[in-house]
């Protein structure tokens, strides 16, 4: 699946958003990848709180409606929402945006099981790529100002809008933002040793949806201790996994510099159909070590133990110590990849591998955060986010961390830096926890398996 874009130009989208107070669009739906049918509109925008509906003709129109009550409420009527409006930003730029309010101050829309019905304005109807234009049926506009009388659509599209709120009384993390703390954690980072003799690295496992910053975590993390930027393991925006075999990244501090005591292993990404990106079942193999650096994924068909990449023995050392989960905080999760997700933390749980997520992209979700990365913890939007994503994948609000990869910058930044830094040191931590799992008689072996190779 292609990654789904927005069509609206950076013009459109900021007179879209003056519409409205302090909110961002969220993409749930695009007809011309999901389809023009009213089901799968429904099975994408149903009760997802207030959506705003955009429709583009081929006379460079941009209109549609917003509603902030939820689709699908069960009624099967008609719908009262005073904060309902039709709106059209015309054909060009220069153009102020049009906003219509219903007649009667309460008229909102028709719940049923065909496409969005406001009246005046159906979509996804008989003719699901054209719109059913009748001016008077709970609002009035001229047609010509509303959609320049050319009904056939080219796209459509349905936003989340979601609030971005303002700043926490209390920031819900306390962070130090200082070059002071960056050398520290830095330091801490270089001499940290595995508690278990033998075992010289922390081997950190990074899994998540396609699109996510897998990479893009790793080539960060690699700059930040190169201290310029590095472009090592491939990353990209496609919709398909840019990764495509399984990676063990060592990192250096410096060109040419002492290895870290860290690895971070790559993976495909997760996709939501069955047979497309990671395998769950390849999980156990890498968790356990038994895959080698440079395996090609083949999500259709789990490794196999005659492969040539497949060890039948590993070490501790060459097992997965920490799990760390990223996720796009801008992207909406689909249910095949939640159920997917569940599937890999039951697998997880049960070999007491500790995990983290990832919450990147932060900067992208929040207006706030991207004015000053320092305000990601004051950042009411980005604590709701956190929330949801520790409620809807299983994991403790403890264990999610925002971050920024670096994407475009050429230059290292200090707040990315401590954000950056603070994940790794929490995976190094959250490693010592699986090592102090270990039984004794495990250790005991690791240790004499280690002298036999000396």
Request: glycine share 8%; net charge neutral.
């Given at each position: 699946?292609?990654?789904?874009k927005?069509?609206?130009?950076?013009d459109?989208e900021?007179?879209?958003?003056?519409?409205?107070?302090?909110?961002r669009?969220?993409?749930?739906?695009k007809?011309?990848?999901?389809?023009?049918g009213?089901?799968?509109?429904?099975?994408?925008c149903?009760?997802?709180?207030?959506?705003?509906?955009?429709?583009?003709?081929?006379?460079?129109?941009?209109?549609?409606?917003?509603?902030?009550?939820?689709y699908?409420?069960?009624?099967?009527g008609?719908?009262?929402?005073g904060?309902?409006?039709?709106?059209?930003?015309?054909n060009?730029?220069?153009?102020a945006?049009?906003?219509?309010?219903s007649?009667?101050?309460?008229?909102?829309?028709?719940?049923?099981?065909?496409?969005?019905?406001?009246?005046?304005?159906?979509?996804?109807?008989e003719?699901p790529?054209?719109?059913?234009?009748?001016?008077?049926t709970?609002?009035?506009?001229?047609?010509v100002?509303?959609h320049?009388?050319?009904?056939?659509?080219?796209?459509?599209e349905?936003?989340r809008?979601?609030?971005?709120?303002?700043?926490l009384a209390?920031?819900?993390?306390?962070t130090?933002?200082t070059?002071?703390?960056?050398?520290?954690?830095?330091?801490?980072?270089q001499?940290?040793?595995?508690?278990?003799?033998?075992?010289t690295q922390?081997?950190?496992l990074l899994?998540?949806?396609?699109?996510a910053?897998?990479?893009?975590?790793?080539?960060?993390?690699?700059?930040?201790?190169?201290?310029?930027?590095t472009?090592?393991?491939?990353?990209?925006?496609?919709g398909?996994?840019?990764?495509?075999?399984?990676?063990?990244?060592?990192?250096?501090?410096?060109?040419?510099?002492?290895k870290?005591?860290?690895?971070?292993?790559?993976?495909?990404g997760?996709?939501?159909?069955p047979?497309a990106?990671?395998n769950?079942?390849?999980?156990?193999?890498?968790?356990?070590?038994?895959?080698?650096?440079?395996?090609?994924?083949?999500?259709?068909?789990?490794?196999?133990?005659?492969?040539?990449?497949f060890?039948?023995?590993?070490?501790?050392?060459e097992?997965?110590?920490?799990?760390?989960?990223?996720f796009?905080?801008?992207q909406?999760?689909?249910?095949?990849i939640?159920?997917?997700?569940?599937?890999i933390?039951?697998?997880?749980?049960l070999?007491?591998?500790?995990?983290l997520?990832?919450?990147?992209?932060?900067?992208?979700?929040?207006?706030?955060?991207?004015?000053n990365?320092?305000?990601?913890?004051?950042?009411?939007?980005?604590y709701?986010?956190?929330?949801q994503?520790s409620t809807?994948?299983g994991?403790p609000?403890?264990?999610?961390?925002?971050?920024?990869?670096y994407?475009?910058?050429?230059?290292?930044?200090?707040s990315?830096?401590?954000?950056?830094?603070n994940?790794?040191?929490?995976?190094?931590?959250?490693?010592?926890?699986?090592?102090?799992n270990?039984?004794?008689?495990?250790?005991?072996?690791?240790q004499?398996?280690?002298?036999?190779?000396?």
């Amino acid at each position: 699946m292609s990654v789904v874009k927005s069509s609206l130009s950076s013009d459109q989208e900021e007179k879209l958003l003056s519409l409205f107070g302090r909110v961002r669009l969220h993409l749930l739906y695009k007809a011309s990848v999901h389809g023009y049918g009213s089901g799968s509109f429904h099975q994408r925008c149903d009760k997802q709180g207030p959506t705003l509906l955009a429709a583009y003709n081929k006379s460079g129109y941009v209109f549609g409606a917003y509603t902030a009550k939820d689709y699908c409420t069960n009624s099967w009527g008609l719908v009262s929402d005073g904060e309902a409006f039709l709106y059209s930003l015309g054909n060009g730029k220069g153009i102020a945006p049009l906003r219509v309010a219903s007649d009667d101050g309460k008229y909102g829309f028709t719940d049923r099981a065909a496409g969005p019905d406001f009246g005046a304005l159906k979509f996804l109807g008989e003719y699901p790529a054209a719109v059913a234009s009748k001016p008077g049926t709970g609002f009035t506009f001229k047609p010509v100002d509303m959609h320049g009388d050319d009904l056939a659509l080219t796209e459509l599209e349905v936003y989340r809008v979601e609030d971005i709120g303002g700043f926490l009384a209390k920031p819900w993390r306390a962070t130090d933002w200082t070059f002071m703390r960056k050398q520290e954690l830095m330091k801490k980072i270089q001499e940290y040793q595995p508690e278990l003799s033998g075992v010289t690295q922390a081997r950190v496992l990074l899994v998540g949806p396609v699109g996510a910053g897998k990479s893009s975590f790793f080539n960060s993390i690699n700059s930040l201790f190169r201290g310029h930027m590095t472009y090592q393991a491939i990353s990209g925006v496609c919709g398909k996994s840019v990764t495509t075999q399984f990676r063990s990244f060592p990192i250096k501090a410096g060109r040419g510099g002492k290895k870290l005591p860290l690895v971070l292993c790559d993976t495909m990404g997760l996709e939501s159909q069955p047979e497309a990106g990671l395998n769950v079942d390849d999980l156990y193999n890498i968790y356990k070590g038994r895959i080698a650096d440079r395996y090609q994924f083949s999500p259709g068909t789990p490794l196999q133990e005659d492969a040539p990449c497949f060890r039948k023995t590993s070490t501790l050392g060459e097992q997965i110590h920490c799990v760390v989960y990223v996720f796009d905080t801008c992207q909406l999760l689909c249910d095949e990849i939640i159920e997917k997700m569940a599937a890999i933390r039951k697998r997880t749980n049960l070999m007491n591998i500790p995990q983290l997520l990832l919450m990147t992209k932060v900067d992208e979700a929040c207006p706030l955060v991207k004015e000053n990365l320092s305000n990601v913890y004051r950042s009411e939007y980005i604590y709701k986010k956190a929330q949801q994503l520790s409620t809807t994948l299983g994991i403790p609000l403890c264990c999610v961390l925002p971050v920024k990869n670096y994407s475009e910058e050429l230059e290292l930044e200090l707040s990315t830096d401590l954000l950056l830094l603070n994940a790794v040191q929490q995976m190094l931590h959250y490693a010592d926890s699986f090592f102090e799992n270990q039984p004794e008689s495990e250790n005991d072996a690791e240790q004499e398996m280690s002298k036999n190779r000396n």
